[in-house]
């Protein structure tokens, strides 16, 4: 079965704050992503990784870098958090057939 | 520019009857159509997939028809249940990109 967790399921931070959300896989999938999920907007791809040490940009990523040292991990960091980012950031690893999510952190910037 | 378009925001339906959600996409080079459901404060969970090469996909309740010629998709399930009660993404790729363009969502509720 496959495992995608994420550190945080709930995080509140202060404007100007770097914040880091980490997620990890345990299916030894190449292919990671994240997204942030907002009301009436669905799903939207922040960054992705096809290997470690490899990123690319997805639909949204100002704002946002990522990390990828392991196979396994895959973090997503907001240098300078601001009101704007409060959403819920999901993390997806992909199988071939299709992706696999975690829980959602949901973050709150004040 | 949404890729995928959910353009019912919600739905309700009573228990035991059809519930049928709606999808479009303007992207041709969309080849693999997903869905997912997604309860509050989890994650989305896969629920079913067609590929552009048949029309037709089912999976016990649940059955996924695709229209190329219209760019449309649809999900079909019955009977419907409460624990059906969830928001449901419409997702599309080109399988030589892993990357999914997700719709807005489509809120399902199923009444006793």
């Known amino acids: 079965d496959v495992k995608v967790t994420q550190s945080s399921r709930y995080l509140v931070k202060r404007t100007g704050e770097k914040v880091f959300l980490e997620c990890v896989q345990d299916?030894?999938?190449?292919?990671m992503f994240w997204y942030r999920q907002d009301p009436g907007l669905g799903l939207r791809l922040i960054y992705f990784s096809y290997d470690v040490k490899m990123k690319e940009k997805g639909d949204i990523p100002e704002g946002y870098s990522v990390s990828r040292e392991k196979k396994e991990r895959f973090s997503l960091i907001l240098e300078s958090a601001s009101t704007n980012q409060t959403s819920m950031y999901l993390c997806?690893?992909?199988?071939?057939?299709?992706?696999?999510f975690g829980p959602g952190t949901r973050l709150l910037v004040l | 520019d949404q890729q995928v378009k959910q353009n019912s925001p919600s739905l309700s339906v009573q228990e035991g009857r059809i519930s049928i959600l709606n999808c479009d996409y303007t992207n041709s080079m969309f080849d693999y159509f997903l869905w997912y459901k997604k309860y509050p404060a989890e994650g989305p969970t896969f629920l079913i997939s067609?590929?552009?090469?048949?029309d037709k996909n089912e999976d016990g309740r649940f059955t996924v028809f695709l229209n190329k010629s219209a760019k449309h998709l649809s999900l079909h399930i019955v009977p419907s249940q409460p624990g059906d009660s969830a928001v449901y993404f419409c997702?599309?790729?080109?399988?030589?990109?892993?990357?999914?363009?997700f719709g807005a969502g489509t809120t399902v509720t199923v009444r006793a």
């Open positions: 997702a599309a790729s080109a399988r030589t990109d892993y990357k999914l363009s």
């Open positions: 997806a690893s992909w199988n071939s057939e299709t992706q696999y």
């Open positions: 067609i590929s552009s090469i048949k």
């Open positions: 299916m030894d999938h190449e292919n």
